[in-house]
T-cell receptor, first 116, second 109 residues
Framework: GAVVSQHPSWVICKSGTSVKIECRSL??????MFWYRQFPKQSLMLMAT?????????EQGVEKDKFLINHASLTLSTLTVTSAHPEDSSFYIC????????????FGQGTRLTVV | GQNIDQPTEMTATEGAIVQINCTYQ??????LFWYQQHAGEAPTFLSY??LDGLEEKGRFSSFLSRSKGYSYLLLKELQMKDSASYLC??????????WGAGTKLIIKP
């Protein structure tokens, strides 16, 4: 099956710094990418949906200036957590799918972010 | 409403086989996930099923029947390190993940 590679798998950063998470589709063109976040003992929540070449659509309550999403190519989307704070510590996971509403969505392995 | 059901807790013996069931009722279906989560840690992706049938990956296998709204995770040759919570989640028509409450698996020597 198709592979989505997410990097890094875990990262520790200092409060106030920015962290970039990459999500790559290795063997297919991802026209749409989704970014999720999971806090401990809670469900994964959709943060934003991005289509290649256009601005991301953010879910209600997600700060678009804090969570910068770039989907500049059909194989790469990035999520940058700017001016990270300890409350941003979470598990972030991306998924990607190609054109067509009935196509599968493939998930990355997730990134565990810890802000100290 | 949307609903995911899985047993709260199961106990099994080291070296044995255990099957964790998951039934779901969701608005649309774009796949079902199984995650493993050790206490205090982030969940680890185990499997993703979108078509009917059995997917085998080492000691772990996952089965899906879309017509029955049913999946199971099969763990073989159980090891003590398999003691964890196992989460079933369904991706609905809006690509939102709907999560079950998790099954706590206890492995005894």
């Amino acid at each position: 099956g198709a592979v989505v590679s997410q990097h890094p798998s875990w990262v520790i950063c200092k409060s106030g710094t920015s962290v970039k998470i990459e999500c790559r589709s290795l063997d297919f063109q991802a026209t749409t990418m989704f970014w999720y976040r999971q806090f401990p003992k809670q469900s994964l929540m959709l943060m934003a949906t991005s289509n290649e070449g256009s601005k991301a659509t953010y879910e209600q309550g997600v700060e678009k200036d804090k969570f910068l999403i770039n989907h500049a190519s059909l194989t790469l989307s990035t999520l940058t957590v700017t001016s990270a704070h300890p409350e941003d510590s979470s598990f972030y996971i991306c998924s990607a799918r190609s054109t067509g509403l009935d196509t599968e969505a493939f998930f990355g392995q997730g990134t565990r972010l810890t802000v100290v | 409403g949307q609903n995911i059901d899985q047993p709260t807790e199961m106990t099994a013996t080291e070296g044995a086989i255990v099957q964790i069931n998951c039934t779901y009722q969701t608005s649309g279906f774009n796949g079902l996930f199984w995650y493993q989560q050790h206490a205090g840690e982030a969940p680890t992706f185990l499997s993703y099923n979108v078509l009917d049938g059995l997917e085998e990956k080492g000691r772990f296998s996952s089965f899906l029947s879309r017509s029955k709204g049913y999946s199971y995770l099969l763990l073989k040759e159980l090891q003590m390190k398999d003691s964890a919570s196992y989460l079933c989640a369904v991706l609905d028509s809006n690509y939102q993940l709907i999560w079950g409450a998790g099954t706590k698996l206890i492995i005894k020597p």
